[in-house]
């Protein structure tokens, strides 16, 4: 009983014949290996990791479990193709609030061919990758409302500027979503202490994940995005909305030769700031919220 | 009493005719505006700087103290030109060991023109600041003998290797100075613990600053160095040495937008990991200090 994920918010769709992941009911996520090397590298990755006995479980849950690999039926009907059977992150989810972020400021790594090293360093400096240390890659976010309801589509996604992406992030954590990039639709915030804030919340997730990205010389995770994930309707009724971070996509993983990961560890300081600073903003009196931002950030120095 | 200082490790030297800094005997530091923009941005970085009030001293004290410009005869000879008034850093030192440490795993930025981006690119990717987020300039070290004494020509510094920087880092803090970069002879690192380690030292100086790179969204530090000095003969007996990090060039900051440095952060992360595994290695018990890397990392985790 396998079928296209409803929640996948960014990568190649197993829709219309394309070859794309598929889930099973039983909270599985089966993701194509990519033909050229990208698939053999996922799976060498995965197998490394869970081989690794030195990688505390608080750090481990920031990883989809993996349980192999197997062939099935591919979603492109052109046959049989190697599948990774990992953890559906969403299984169960009712409204999951998504969005996929590809960390760094440069996405091609030393060693890779011509090819790709141009094709990143275009798409780095065109999104926000070389400005912000990272780019929302997708997301879907839910409203208050049934109907309530956004998921760009990619080409909105390629165009979002630094200030958008503010903007994003804060409608992630709003109760009413508005379709489209309106800036001139000012997003509530209400969720940003229940999902960003909080002892075991986003912040607190990206902090930890930070640390280790502060001593860890094993892994360099060039392409690899953050998911931020929570459950809407719980946190809409004042829960936590259980908000997790994962880290997925490891087809551009390479060796950190006992040198830290200074590209993705910057990216995702860069982005731990950006959601401590809606915390921020969103725990000040409105009248100090609204001050200019030269201000506010010359405040905290 | 202006003269070429004794010890400049990188940059424009005023040697031979060329246009370089100058030092008078009271503790200044004299250095020639760049002709093009790159003169006027670093003089502007220093005035806006001094103008903020909202940076404590902690963080100051890393930059050199700036007492304005000054027309003076240049070092080339071509009549006055105009200079910044620094602090000189080794000012009073008797044998200052150097380094200049460029970070950033790029050097080029959101901006720039396609010149300047195509020279950095090609020497960030040619040097170790794509690998390992940052690059030696230049260095001195001063041995225990009157004699020993290593600083490696621009063409030596550039072809330097991750595993060199590694070995430089060492030799950096070691009592036995050999001339060249021969992998042989491994440095005592016996002044460590000293400069690198303490409640002032090196470490804990890049942790002080780090931590204002985790916060700070006003400038972009690009192609900014970090300079590393202490002098031998105080570490020699066994004192600090007055072990200091200070940051200099800054004719490529740009106004931050609301953004971390990213890029510098990672680097300076990068930087901090490489001095706390020399401090972690010179201070376990030989036996353990001489296990495979690959070990010594895993362990970590």
Redesign the interface.
């Known amino acids: 009983m396998l079928k296209a994920p409803d929640h996948q918010v960014a990568g190649h769709q197993a829709l219309d014949g394309h070859l794309g992941p598929l889930v099973d009911d039983s909270g599985c996520f089966y993701k194509p290996l990519q033909n050229d090397e990208r698939g053999s590298k996922e799976v060498a990755f995965y197998e490394k990791f869970i081989s ?5 479980s608080r ?1 481990r849950r920031f990883f989809p479990i993996f349980h192999g690999t197997k062939n099935l039926e591919a979603s492109d009907g052109t046959g049989m193709h190697p599948h990774l059977i990992l953890e559906d992150v969403v299984f169960g989810c009712m409204k999951p609030c998504i969005t996929d972020i590809k960390i760094g ?2 996405t091609w790594y ?1 060693g890779a061919s011509e090819d790709y090293f141009q094709k990143c360093i275009s798409k780095d ?1 065109n999104s926000t990758s ?4 990272f780019r929302v890659s997708g997301l879907q976010v839910y409203g208050s409302k049934e109907s309530d309801f956004w998921k760009p589509n990619k080409k909105i996604v390629k165009s979002f500027t ?1 200030e958008d992406v503010r903007l994003v992030l804060r409608r992630f954590v709003s109760s009413d979503v508005v379709p489209g990039i309106d800036k001139d639709v000012t997003p509530d915030c209400s969720l940003a202490s229940r999902v960003y804030g909080g002892s075991s919340g986003v912040l607190a997730q990206l902090s930890e994940l930070k640390e ?1 990205f ?5 892994f360099h995770f060039n392409s690899c995005s953050v998911l931020i994930l929570y459950e809407k309707d719980l946190a809409l009724r004042g829960k936590s909305g259980g908000a997790e971070v994962k880290l997925v996509d490891f087809a551009h993983v390479v060796d ?5 990961d ?2 993705f ?3 995702l ?2 982005l ?2 950006f959601i401590s ?1 809606i915390l921020t903003d969103t725990n000040k009196p409105l009248s100090e919220a609204c001050l200019p ?1 030269m201000d506010t ?5």
């Open positions: 690794l006995t030195g990688i505390p750090i400021s440069r030393p400096g070389v400005s912000l240390g630094p280790w502060e001593d860890q010389t094993m950190g030769n006992g040198v830290i200074h590209n560890l910057g990216g300081c860069s731990k700031k600073d931002e950030s010359a405040d905290g120095l």
